[in-house]
């Protein structure tokens, strides 16, 4: 698996990219050493932590903390997640993260997730994409209804649910 | 998420069980640091780590090695992979993950694979459970035939499917 | 670095050991995809989780649990770490993981710990060797002396220090 | 350790620093959920992940890359470290890593590297330091002098060493 290599984006310097986009966030990550295993590409569970990454970027942006969200006995919990992979990213890749908020039930949130490589003519190619279901918990691990402000900030409305009009 | 920790097993000693079972294997793995996250609790994608390792164990038992099968231009790549996660694994845990082979077709294995506690009653808990689409692939990406030999370690037959008389 | 394989026990099924030895401890870790990177070895801050895991199996054997140094205020945190790198470990590679105590003081434990592969000839190669000073603190990150039962754990007294009459 | 989280760092949008400064690079990275461990701090060696970040992304600034040195069967690889720890860093934080060249002789370079966080009132704290001396090394695993493009890119000069006039 160590064919040539042609993305030129693999030689750049870069700022990544971390940006809002209609309904959800889109981020670039670099491939280093520790994301790749011996076959020459990027380990399968490490597209995972990329999509956690922009998940926590969003919310960030969204003013969402994490550390919040445990002072008020809250976490976000993943509960569902069912991938499909595509060719795999290699070292020095640049790729993008991107997470789109599909819908918003009284305590859970379904997002469509991707990881995206944009090759030498300009066509994104899905590496791994992910349909995923996030609990809202308390501590106990038991569901909790999301609060209106977090309502607000996720859909910009304290009782708006996704899509518009969608039900609890 | 830092409740009372009831669980016995996560004070013994003991070595970690590694053997085959009908159709597939079991492992214990202990949780360790490595595999927790600031909420308390076992971070979500290390369960496809513990997955990854019963699958090669489940392998080495049946004289299938990953350097071989890369000497040989060939690989398993996770293809697909529908998770559910249930109560979360911690710190100290002795978790059982058990792999099961449901069907094996020209150039693909479908697994079933679960992350289980045994709790202070007996009872097993599934704390992530896996369907699992894994494909034979050259060093290219592209679809491979399992070949005779890899077919029998796999199903105890050079033309065996799974289930028996399957489809290929 | 992908060399002819030589190591049998790479292919070999085998419960893993994890044991005491005089002043310390020894248990075994398989190398899995997880641990390696795309240079074809094990990347080089996995042999960090090698040692923790024994260390943290060590303080199993002796009766001490993160879980109740959690409870009580406590925790063991790495305060200086002096690493050196042999050859390089590679999947499948089954390694050896020693840890010695070589000193205790009043708040501070000392420890050799080496990550080992047994090659062909019965010849033990150090893969990565590591002086280790771990500190004892409190949630705050304040230095703690050890309890008195927490010494005798680890040193059989509860004043005991190592090496014998060593000073605090 | 879970203390009141003070820093205004860890609310922000922010776009990552990646630059070039005098002898070395600096980057910032952000403390995500895999970062962490139960403990509610970063674990102890992925400081070394974000150290690796900062040297290959020195590299790239440098024209210097992975895939290229990988097909002119070179490497380079770790030899020792030298870890301090100081406070540790928390989810969300954003944290600057260091990476200075100290020397380099015919076929070693040593770089001093530093993972800081800058808290309220200005001023840095080093959370990881690390005395790093890394080996140029064949696939075999062989030390290997470095030819003169790569000396003239980490030196501007095809026969130059660090600090100048020093020995090989």
Redesign the interface.
């Known amino acids: 698996?160590?064919?040539q290599?042609p993305a030129e984006h693999?030689?750049?310097?870069?700022?990544?990219?971390?940006r809002l986009i209609e309904n959800g966030h889109e981020m670039e990550v670099?491939v280093?050493?520790?994301d790749?295993?011996?076959?020459?590409?990027v380990?399968?569970?490490?597209y995972?932590?990329y999509m956690?990454?922009s998940r926590?970027?969003w919310l960030?942006?969204l003013?969402i903390?994490?550390?919040d969200l445990?002072k008020d006995d809250s976490?976000f919990?993943?509960?569902?997640?069912?991938?499909?992979?595509g060719?795999?990213a290699?070292?020095?890749d640049l790729l993008t993260v991107r997470t789109v908020l599909q819908k918003l039930t009284g305590a859970r949130s379904f997002l469509r997730q991707e990881v995206l490589r944009t090759e030498a003519d300009g066509s994104e190619v899905m590496l791994c994409g992910a349909d995923v279901e996030v609990a809202f918990i308390n501590?106990?691990?038991g569901a909790k209804r999301f609060p209106d402000d977090l309502r607000e900030k996720l859909t910009g409305s304290p009782d708006g649910m996704y899509p518009l009009g969608g039900e609890t």
Chains 1, 2, 3, 4 share one sequence.
């Open positions: 698996m160590k064919e290599y693999s030689r750049e310097v870069t700022q990544l990219a971390n670099r280093y050493y520790e790749t295993d011996f076959s020459g590409v380990y399968h569970s490490n995972l932590k956690e990454r926590t970027e960030r942006h003013k903390f994490h550390t445990e976490a919990a993943i509960h569902r997640m069912a991938l499909k992979y060719p795999p290699r070292i020095d501590h106990g691990g």
